[in-house]
Structures are given as C-alpha cells and as structure tokens.
C-alpha cells in the first residue's frame, strides 16, 4: 500500500467537508424553531409557577388583613409614610414588611414586556430588617395588580395578570404568543387568548375581562383599580 495516498485519505476532502457542512446547516436550521418554542414553554411554566407562589403570599396577607389583599389602607398600618400607590411594585412591597414574603423573584418573569432583562437580586434587607427602598424597585416587577380586592370576593376576578408593554395600555403579543396569563382569586392561572383584532382577553360571556361588563365584576370597572408594575430603564 502506497503509505502517502493512505495517509491523504484520514482526513476530509474540501467537497466532503462542504457537504457535512451544509447538513450540519441544514439541521440547525430545522431544529432552531422547535429550541425557541421549548424555551418559551418552559418560561410560561416558570411564570405560572411565579404568580401561584406570589398568589401564596397575598393568602397569607389577606390571613392578617380580614381578608384585604394589600391597599391603601393597609399600607398605612404597615408603613408610617405608606409604600406608594402608583405601581403595583408599591402595593405587592406590602408583603415584605408584613413578612409573607421575601423573595422578588416571583414577581419578576423571562422576556417580560414591561419588567428589566435581568431577574431582581432579592437583596430586601440590612441588619436582619426589610429595607422598603431596597423592595422592588423599578423593573423588578412584571405582574400588574387589581387593588381593592378581598379574598371573600368573586372567584373568577383577575387578581394578578401580565403588564402592559411599557408606556402603552397593550399587553405584548409576543411573550406568550398573542396570550396572557391571567390568576385569579379563586387561585385558578392560565394564559388566557387575545382577541386578534384588539389584543382584548375575554370571560366566557365574550365580555373583556377589564371591562364593567365581565360577569365577575357586577357592574364595577377594573380598569380604575388596574395597577401596572413599574417598568426598567
């Protein structure tokens, strides 16, 4: 055997190495839209899975609270100069100074509209205290919240639910795929469908869900008690 020629075979010729080149394209390409859909699925559960654990704690507050989910008024009794009314940041902050919670995380969701790119640190406290300047702050938060709510309330009420994109009154269409996840205070959570033509949710009456017409609402509007989280920079 001519030990030159079998030493030029051991490795690729330049059309065999195009060819395994391309295949190797070729299924990346194939398999990168079945990757993306995986990853969003898996960051739909994470966010589900954040707002039961931050529906805990509003349980726990209402506990001590005769049943009120965090207000104006309880703010008052837990902070002297109260946690702010404004976003749902300064409402959800009430938790951690009733000590239901300490964890900021689960307020926080991947590829939120609204919400910083990074998770928060969950550095609430200093000498053993909670630090309200250091809770939640601006784009830790991607959970709008409905204030003036008891947990003896209607059960198919939205609680919590997805935050509107940044400096507009529109959910994102593309965090969960034209959904939006909504838990109620019956503790039921899901990603509810947008309506295509004006990105509305709907109850099971074809009523939107923010509206004074929606079944849960007797008449009331949400809209009006609608808190959004204090979008990042």
């Not at 938790?95 to 995380?105: A, I, Q, R, V």
């Not at 809770?135 to 059960?155: F, R, S």
Request: hydrophobic share 40%.
């Amino acid at each position: 055997m001519n030990i030159a020629t079998s030493s030029r075979r051991k490795g690729f010729t330049l059309v065999e190495l195009l060819v395994v080149i391309a295949i190797i394209v070729a299924l990346a390409a194939l398999a990168t839209p079945q990757i993306f859909k995986a990853l969003k699925r898996a960051a739909l559960a994470e966010a589900i899975n954040n707002a039961k654990q931050v529906k805990l704690a509003l349980d726990s507050f209402a506990t001590d609270f005769d049943g009120q989910y965090p207000s104006e008024d309880t703010a008052e009794y837990l902070s002297e100069g109260g946690t702010g009314t404004t976003y749902s940041n300064d409402y959800f902050r009430q938790m951690f100074l009733s000590g239901d919670t300490e964890s900021e995380t689960i307020f926080w969701v991947k590829n939120s509209a609204v919400a910083s790119k990074a998770a928060p640190d969950d550095k609430v406290k200093e000498g053993g205290r909670i630090q309200p300047a250091q809770v939640l702050q601006e784009g830790d938060a991607h959970w709008a919240y409905i204030t003036d709510q008891t947990n003896l309330d209607t059960g198919s009420r939205p609680l919590i639910l997805d935050g509107y994109k940044n400096g507009t009154s529109d959910w994102d269409p593309t965090t969960w795929d034209n959904k939006v996840v909504v838990l109620r205070i019956d503790g039921a959570c899901k990603p509810m469908r947008m309506r295509p033509s004006d990105g509305k949710v709907l109850d099971g009456s074809k009523n939107d869900i923010l509206s004074a017409q929606a079944d849960a609402w007797d008449g009331e509007s949400p809209s009006d008690l609608l808190k959004q989280p204090q979008a990042g920079r």
